[in-house]
């Protein structure tokens, strides 16, 4: 990939931006890191820099390597002067299509017209996204996943308006930083939250009728399907609150039961039991 095509901007500095901001620069682009605060996009470059501290330690990246890859990103709160100049901007902010396409309002109006416009988004319309530009042919999903600095999958998702062209970059990128890739049609949930949640849930409605704990469910999937880890500890890592805006969201675009949020799910949320990022969901992380 030539160096004019290895600048990027990520908007959204929380759990998903900042790892695909690590991700990326240490595949070699140099990294605009944005959030609404400096303060914000600041604490997002610090997380990476613990992330590869844990690297270092494990033997798993040098210390010239964990070095070159925070020289790659700077963090920044002006999302029209990060994407001025730049081949590739992501959006990562949370799951609300009135604030992506806010966001993709002023990448249209600031990024290069040649730059590819992508949303991170897990289960929102990427052609309602699009819609939000002039500039649709151009704007597709890429879909990461938690944790993204090991989790080797991203989900190309092909919007209507989305040209060829604009997916054979997607796809490029997506080699160019060590991942794998398939590629979607743009549908409520695509095929990873789709699936995953409908799994997820059916785990919850279980622990709910007392069928098993939460840990023999997920040891149930982990040792009987070779799942790398059960759905209610992916719940705890994804967040109680994101898995319930999604669940919600594929309920009310595909109908029927089988998205219906179970009563504990709602219960937990409400008790603020969200998972890691709160200590308390399926798991204790107080531990």
């Known amino acids: 990939m030539p160096e004019d095509a290895k600048r990027l901007a990520v908007i959204g500095a929380g759990t998903m931006g900042h790892g695909i901001a690590q991700v990326c620069a240490m595949a070699g682009f140099t990294v605009r890191l944005v959030d609404r605060t400096l303060e914000l996009a600041g604490a997002g470059v610090d997380r990476i820099a613990a992330n590869l501290e844990g690297g270092v330690r494990r033997g798993k990246l040098s210390e010239a390597e964990r070095a070159a890859t925070l020289e790659h990103v700077e963090a920044g709160s002006d999302i029209a002067g990060a994407a001025a100049d730049v081949a590739f901007a992501i959006e990562a902010v949370p799951e609300r299509i009135d604030l992506k396409r806010e966001i993709f309002d002023v990448l249209d109006a600031s990024a290069p017209d ?47 308006a989305t040209s060829e062209a604009t997916v054979e970059r997607a796809l490029e990128l997506v080699r160019a930083i060590g991942k794998e890739s398939v590629v979607i049609n743009d549908a409520p949930g695509f095929a990873t939250s789709r699936l995953g949640v409908l799994l997820g849930l059916e785990a919850m409605r279980m622990v709910e009728e007392g069928v098993a704990s939460a840990r023999d469910i997920d040891r149930a999937i982990e040792l009987g399907y070779r799942h790398p880890m059960g759905p209610l500890r992916l719940t705890d890592l994804v967040g109680l609150d994101v898995r319930l805006d999604i669940a919600r969201h594929l309920h009310a675009e595909l109908g029927g039961d089988r998205f219906r949020p179970p009563r504990i799910l709602e219960r937990m949320v409400d008790e603020g039991k969200l998972g890691k990022k709160s200590g308390h969901g399926f798991y204790d992380w107080t531990e």
């Open 114 to 160: 040649s730059a590819v416009l992508a949303t991170n988004t897990s289960s929102l319309s990427v052609t309602k996204i699009q819609s939000a530009t002039n500039r649709p042919q151009r704007v597709l999903g890429l879909h990461f996943f938690n944790p993204v600095h090991i989790n080797p999958l991203v989900e190309v998702v092909r919007a209507r």
